[in-house]
């Protein structure tokens, strides 16, 4: 027997959450065997195995497939779904929430914990979102990535680029360490911003383009977007970079905004450079530097709900 939307393919991260997903997973298998669906699962190796698993699936006729882990699992999972920012008309993309980020679902009202959230995947409710296109720099090359939740430039990506080499076993306290060792250092730089036509200047730390709602694990950085609303929300945070830390409290409410030190902008293309260039990241995945455009992509993506 099959899902309404065909067999299932689990692609799975067993390393995300500290080996979380790789607990979950005879949770997740026993759920779909009960309900009598096909299934088969995939467990990643490698940076990138995601993305590959994904495309892989698509070209052998799989239409269902389900990004078990976190943000960093759904992107690449994303990425392999998206050809020239469309998708197959049928192909939908689940999400099992087990990974240390998982901020996407908090926009999408998918549920947070493994067992729920594969319940979840029984049912037929399905909904149409956006995703953004970035095209940025790496290595002097021109590199185009998509993302469904939040991209960076500035301070955020310079901080997910310390996360990074930081151990796991810090568990969610990983962005924190990584905060507070990224901030002494980091120097604000000449942001030049162009939104959709209309040109912007400051000095910036931090240029935040959002096409849901939270990041850095549960902040309510951009409380007005909607992922299917055709426009990207951009937060340019220009005052003091002590103000990554004075407004947490109330950027974890969504309380933040307005905010004398945030420039706010809603566009369907955003273009940013900086002086001296900046490291982006999306979803939580480093990716390069500006020059960078966002764009985004309406309707891009079928996500089950």
Not at 125 to 152: L, P, Q, S, W
Not at 166 to 172: F, H, Q
Request: neutral net charge.
């Amino acid at each position: 027997m099959t899902s309404p939307f065909g067999p299932l393919v689990i692609i799975a991260n067993p390393r995300a959450g500290q080996g979380k997903v790789e607990r979950h997973l005879p949770e997740i298998e026993r759920t779909l065997t009960d309900a009598g669906l096909a299934y088969r699962i995939v467990r990643t190796t490698h940076p990138g195995h995601a993305t590959e698993a994904a495309r892989q699936a698509l070209e052998s006729g799989d239409r269902y497939l389900v990004a078990a882990g976190g943000d960093g699992t759904v992107n690449e999972v994303l990425n392999g779904m998206l050809d020239d920012g469309a998708a197959a008309y049928d192909a939908l993309l689940g999400i099992v929430a087990a990974g240390s980020g998982c901020d996407l679902i908090k926009s999408l009202g998918v549920p947070g914990d493994a067992v729920r959230a594969s319940q979840h995947l029984l049912t037929d409710a399905v909904r149409h979102i956006d995703v953004g296109k970035v095209t940025f720099t790496d290595g002097g090359h021109e590199v185009t990535r998509y993302f469904a939740n939040i991209a960076e430039a500035g301070l955020g990506a310079a901080v997910v680029a310390r996360t990074t080499k930081l151990p796991r076993s810090l568990g969610a306290a990983k962005y924190f360490c990584g905060f507070w060792l990224t901030l002494p250092a980091f120097h604000p730089a000449v942001v030049k911003l162009d939104a959709d036509g209309s040109s912007f200047e400051w000095r910036a730390h931090n240029v935040v383009v959002a096409n849901c709602q939270y990041y850095g694990g549960g902040m309510h950085i951009s409380p007005k977007s909607q992922p299917d609303d055709g426009m990207l929300d951009v937060l340019a945070m220009v005052g003091p970079k002590t103000d990554a830390f004075t407004m947490l409290p109330k950027i974890y409410k969504g309380t933040h905004l307005p905010h004398r030190d945030i420039a706010e902008a809603r566009a369907r293309t955003v273009r940013i450079d900086a002086n001296p260039p900046l490291l982006i990241e999306a979803d939580g995945e480093m990716l390069g530097t500006t020059p960078a455009t966002f764009a985004v992509v309406p309707n891009a993506i079928r996500v089950k709900v």
